[in-house]
């Protein structure tokens, strides 16, 4: 006993704290289920010591795995968490005040595919997706979620493939950690960022003009044709004299040339969106982070969100026998768990 619960009571405590909207809501759970009777400020301290436990086992060492699938995908993204006013301080943000409400944390997946269905798209292995996260840089995250891919076989996979929105941050993160990987971004991004196009070249007056336009640059765009749209788009833009601002909004298309032959991505059977990481970004992050009212400090956001990663990575049981092990080595005991 630990803190004065059992570690089944303390597991309990942790799994309702970090999966339940708010604390107040897992101590009445606990209570209506389970007639335990927690406080909620107990369930925190609790979720907050042996959160520790948590971020350090996912920052654990560990020798690389071994992998037979044909295709590694590593994805990463961030979003936005709404934090107390002293997480805040000096901070800059899109609020008309020119004050951030929120803090980005990042949040990256590991997945692997063996096969495709029967029209030749890929699939994502069953239950092969792992997550982590963290209140840090692209720069720096990116150690941590190579660690993880080295664990989920790395070194053992013939293809890599880096799934990313096209933010220049999350580019570096794959070129200094991942330099053999295919990087690809999202298609789903791609798409809206040329609706941004169209809407900068001929405006938002003209729907049926902009739909069909977007529909044929679409077409281009899924058979590595983004350089034919970056070709008519400037010619678009002498003509209607807005070259500054169209060139503005082709940048993002300049610079991802490489990253968007979605037809080359395609008949090699990848994956050209990033869906897995956005929905992670919801389910892991803003279904317990993101609720109405809530405003976080770093340090509990940090331990809660490397519980839900571990709960959403189905590694539960490995951790606890982890902790489980490393308390009992501590008190010079044989271990708990095998």
């Given at each position: 006993?630990?803190?004065?619960?059992?570690?089944?009571?303390?597991?309990?405590?942790?799994?309702?704290?970090?999966?339940?909207?708010?604390?107040?809501?897992?101590?009445?759970?606990?209570?209506?289920?389970?007639?335990?009777?927690?406080?909620?400020?107990?369930?925190?301290?609790?979720?907050?010591?042996?959160?520790?436990?948590?971020?350090?086992?996912?920052?654990?060492?560990?020798?690389?795995?071994?992998?037979?699938?044909?295709?590694?995908?590593?994805?990463?993204?961030?979003?936005?968490?709404?934090?107390?006013?002293?997480?805040?301080?000096?901070?800059?943000?899109?609020?008309?005040?020119?004050?951030?409400?929120?803090?980005?944390?990042?949040?990256?997946?590991?997945?692997?595919?063996?096969?495709?269905?029967?029209?030749?798209?890929?699939?994502?292995?069953?239950?092969?997706?792992?997550?982590?996260?963290?209140?840090?840089?692209?720069?720096?995250?990116?150690?941590?979620?190579?660690?993880?891919?080295?664990?989920?076989?790395?070194?053992?996979?013939?293809?890599?493939?880096?799934?990313?929105?096209?933010?220049?941050?999350?580019?570096?993160?794959?070129?200094?950690?991942?330099?053999?990987?295919?990087?690809?971004?999202?298609?789903?991004?791609?798409?809206?960022?040329?609706?941004?196009?169209?809407?900068?070249?001929?405006?938002?007056?003209?729907?049926?003009?902009?739909?069909?336009?977007?529909?044929?640059?679409?077409?281009?765009?899924?058979?590595?044709?983004?350089q034919r749209i970056i070709k008519q788009a400037r010619k678009e833009a002498l003509l209607r004299g807005n070259v500054a601002e169209v060139e503005a909004a082709l940048g993002y298309f300049v610079h991802n040339v490489s990253r968007m032959q979605y037809g080359s991505f395609r008949a090699k059977n990848y994956f050209i969106g990033s869906g897995v990481i956005e929905a992670g970004c919801r389910s892991v992050i803003g279904k317990r982070c993101k609720q109405s009212g809530m405003h976080w400090g770093e340090a509990g956001a940090e331990k809660v969100l490397a519980f839900r990663c571990i709960h959403a990575s189905?590694?539960?049981?490995?951790?606890?026998?982890?902790?489980?092990?490393?308390?009992?080595?501590?008190?010079?005991?044989?271990?708990?768990?095998?």
């Amino acid at each position: 006993m630990r803190g004065g619960y059992t570690p089944a009571l303390a597991r309990l405590i942790c799994l309702e704290g970090s999966d339940e909207t708010s604390f107040i809501q897992a101590s009445s759970h606990l209570w209506e289920v389970g007639g335990i009777r927690v406080s909620e400020r107990q369930i925190q301290r609790v979720v907050g010591r042996v959160g520790e436990d948590a971020q350090a086992w996912q920052k654990r060492e560990s020798a690389p795995g071994p992998c037979d699938a044909k295709i590694l995908y590593i994805s990463a993204d961030a979003t936005g968490v709404p934090m107390r006013a002293e997480e805040l301080a000096g901070r800059k943000g899109k609020a008309p005040d020119g004050k951030a409400k929120t803090r980005m944390v990042m949040l990256g997946c590991v997945f692997t595919q063996h096969t495709e269905d029967d029209q030749g798209r890929p699939l994502r292995d069953n239950d092969s997706t792992t997550y982590l996260s963290g209140f840090q840089s692209p720069s720096d995250f990116g150690i941590g979620l190579r660690r993880e891919a080295i664990r989920r076989g790395l070194f053992s996979v013939p293809e890599i493939v880096l799934l990313i929105d096209g933010a220049t941050g999350l580019e570096k993160l794959g070129d200094d950690y991942f330099s053999d990987a295919v990087q690809i971004v999202d298609f789903f991004h791609a798409m809206e960022h040329l609706q941004t196009l169209i809407e900068t070249l001929w405006g938002k007056g003209d729907e049926v003009h902009n739909n069909g336009r977007r529909h044929k640059w679409k077409k281009l765009l899924a058979h590595d044709g983004v350089q034919r749209i970056i070709k008519q788009a400037r010619k678009e833009a002498l003509l209607r004299g807005n070259v500054a601002e169209v060139e503005a909004a082709l940048g993002y298309f300049v610079h991802n040339v490489s990253r968007m032959q979605y037809g080359s991505f395609r008949a090699k059977n990848y994956f050209i969106g990033s869906g897995v990481i956005e929905a992670g970004c919801r389910s892991v992050i803003g279904k317990r982070c993101k609720q109405s009212g809530m405003h976080w400090g770093e340090a509990g956001a940090e331990k809660v969100l490397a519980f839900r990663c571990i709960h959403a990575s189905r590694n539960l049981d490995h951790f606890w026998k982890y902790r489980l092990n490393s308390r009992a080595a501590e008190n010079d005991t044989l271990p708990l768990a095998a």
